[in-house]
């Protein structure tokens, strides 16, 4: 068999990846180890930014069905709100944090794929590939012992934190297990004191975060110290649950556990996403602390950035390079800005010490009363600041006047189609086009769209974000970087 794309890993990375290269008509095989989807709530918020990119496939609206909307996200210390970052003024078409359980994720994600005519195979595990010059020859095992031998132009590993595809390359997966150990309880509360946002309660003990999920279901994250010893204790029961509440969360009431248990936080990543055919995304590519809940979110815009590449290369419609040597360097970058700022943040809220803690929350209550600050701070939590202003598809002209600047999220502005919308991954001009859609068909939108500013003109990539950002009129500047994609 002779496939475009082979996606191991069916997770809502591998998920996200195998729709969007199906939806852009590159033949794709997806296949997992396990016999089913997971049934685990696991990650559980999808930001403003991933609902955006989804919405170009018409899959966010399908996810937004499935989930709860919030709109804050609070810091309590000592009985008292210290921090309140509102989520609701964030210019996006989905102003919120939504919150969807990762078994919930991926059915919606399974049932938009199928959409497209594919299915994940399942109780298929990639044992082995050989990556060539031309294609990669995987070996695939079925539940039965059953081996065969799969030829693909591209091998995508989205397959976890214990990846065979990064093993398979041997690539390190540099970083540490922290020496914290922290409880995960889903369960049902009452008396919350703001049920219907996130709520960060630093303690002289340890931080407790309550995410709600439904009206009356919530996630609780709780630091318990150190590791002690080197053995795996039993899952935490109620009783360990409330007396957290009890100590931390004053009033609030905890019943019918649905998912308890401990865990540890790793922070490790690869230095490279790409070794010639072979790309990683998602876990397999990088882990870090849940602080934020990132990880989800960065692994599915890991894979909106790669598809839309490969279709293009996939397609002959574009050169390998610099397209495909992109992803590595956007993503990577990425991942580092993601694991350093989840790791202060878990930092910040693991501190110990009542000196250092006092220093702590009277910082926070001050810098975060300025507007400007919390408006960066939201920017930066619904992944809306993510940005690739080094890449090299990131053209700094001469001539760039005023944002957005190349590299940066596009404006979304209400009533028009979504970059990167339909079968083809598409280039959009915002600015008159002249003969440019003519001379790179297949690659531009013939419709060109106003100019963000009336001086300006731009180039949106397939993925919303800014290729070139130039002078009005200026198309030899739009023309070059076209020319750099597809020249022979």
Request: aromatic content about 6%; overall charge negative; some cysteine.
């Amino acid at each position: 068999m002779k496939i475009d794309v082979l996606v191991a890993g069916a997770g809502p990375v591998g998920l996200a990846m195998a729709s969007e290269l199906a939806r852009y008509g590159v033949s794709v095989w997806i296949v997992d180890k396990a016999a089913q989807r997971t049934d685990k709530s696991k990650a559980l918020v999808v930001w403003p930014r991933t609902l955006e990119l989804m919405d170009r496939s018409g899959c966010g609206e399908k996810l937004i069905a499935a989930g709860m909307r919030v709109t804050g996200s609070n810091v309590f210390a000592d009985g008292k709100e210290i921090v309140h970052i509102p989520l609701d003024t964030v210019e996006s078409p989905h102003p919120y944090a939504l919150m969807l359980p990762q078994s919930e994720t991926e059915r919606v994600l399974d049932e938009h794929l199928n959409g497209f005519g594919v299915q994940v195979e399942r109780n298929v595990e990639l044992v082995g590939f050989v990556a060539g010059d031309d294609c990669v020859t995987s070996t695939l095992r079925h539940s039965d012992g059953r081996e065969e031998t799969v030829e693909s132009s591209w091998l995508i590993g989205c397959d976890g934190a214990h990846s065979a595809v990064r093993h398979g390359l041997g690539m390190q997966f540099i970083g540490d297990t922290l020496q914290s150990e922290w409880i995960l309880a889903d369960v049902h509360l009452t008396g919350v004191p703001k049920p219907s946002e996130v709520s960060v309660i630093w303690h002289a003990e340890g931080v407790l975060v309550i995410f709600p999920i439904t009206n009356d279901r919530y996630r609780i994250i709780a630091d318990m110290g150190e590791i002690q010893g080197d053995t795996r204790r039993p899952d935490p029961t109620l009783e360990e649950v409330q007396a957290i509440l009890d100590q931390r969360g004053e009033g609030i009431r905890a019943s019918d556990p649905i998912w308890l248990s401990y865990f540890h936080i790793n922070e490790r990543k690869v230095k490279d996403y790409r070794a010639g055919r072979v790309f990683l995304a998602g876990d397999a590519a990088h882990i870090h602390s849940p602080a934020g809940g990132q990880g989800m979110n960065t692994g599915v815009q890991d894979a909106c950035n790669l598809a839309w590449k490969l279709a293009l290369v996939s397609r002959g419609l574009c050169k390998e390079e610099p397209l495909l040597g992109s992803y590595s360097i956007e993503r990577s970058a990425v991942g580092d800005m993601v694991l350093e700022a989840a790791g202060k943040t878990t930092a910040l809220a693991i501190m110990r010490g009542g000196v250092k803690q006092a220093i702590r929350n009277h910082l926070a209550s001050l810098i975060f009363g300025f507007g400007p600050v919390k408006r960066m701070a939201a920017n930066v939590a619904t992944e809306l600041s993510i940005g690739y202003p080094k890449s090299p598809l990131s053209v700094h002209s001469a001539h760039e006047l005023e944002k957005p600047a190349a590299g940066e999220r596009a404006p979304i502005r209400e009533g028009e189609v979504p970059v990167g919308a339909g079968t083809v991954p598409l280039f959009v001009l915002c600015g008159e086009a002249q003969d440019l859609p003519g001379r790179y068909a297949g690659i531009v939108d013939a419709d060109f769209r106003k100019p963000f500013h009336d001086d300006g003109l731009w180039l949106v990539r397939p993925d919303g974000y800014v290729a070139v950002a130039t002078e009005r009129g200026n198309w030899a500047e739009v023309s070059a970087f076209l020319d750099q994609l597809t020249a022979a």
